[in-house]
C-alpha cells in the first residue's frame, strides 16, 4: 500500500501557524469546523497540535478573560493536553494505524520535520472497508 494514494497534502489542511493568537485560531475553528488541528512554526516545521478544548481549558483558567486579552495571547503559550505524533512520509502502513488508532489523523513530516500534510483515520478506515468488501465478493 502507497501510503500517498490516502495522504492529504499540506495545501488541502487546515493548520495553524504556532504564534497565532487565541482569537485567531477561534476564528478558524468555528469557521472550519474542526476540533483538533497541526501547528506548525514559521518556517513550516510541524510543532504539535492543538485541540478546541486546550483553548477552552485556557480561556477557564484566565480569571480576567475577553475578546481584547485573546488577540494578545500566542497559542505557543496554551498548554496541551494531549498533542497527537506525526510520522515521516517513510513510515510503515502498521505505524501509521497504530497512531490512527489514537489520533482521528496523522500529521506527516519529511525527513527535515517540516510539516507536508496528514493522512485521516476516516481515508483507513475506508481503504480497509473496501479491501473486505473486495475479498467478500
Known sequence: MNLFN?????ADTF????????RQAIEKFDYHKFSV????DKDGFYVSTISEGDI???IKNEANFDINYAESVSLEEIERYRSYSACKSDAS?????QLALQQNFVPIVDDRG???G???RKTILNHL???????VK
Open 6 to 10: 490516502y495522504f492529504t497534502p499540506k
Open 15 to 22: 493548520y495553524l501557524q504556532s504564534d497565532a493568537t487565541i
Open 37 to 40: 488541528v497541526p501547528l506548525i
Open 56 to 58: 477552552l481549558r485556557y
Open 93 to 97: 502502513l502498521t505505524d501509521i494505524m
Open 114 to 116: 517540516m510539516y507536508i
Open 118 to 120: 496528514i493522512i485521516k
Open 129 to 135: 472497508l473496501e479491501a473486505n468488501a473486495a475479498e
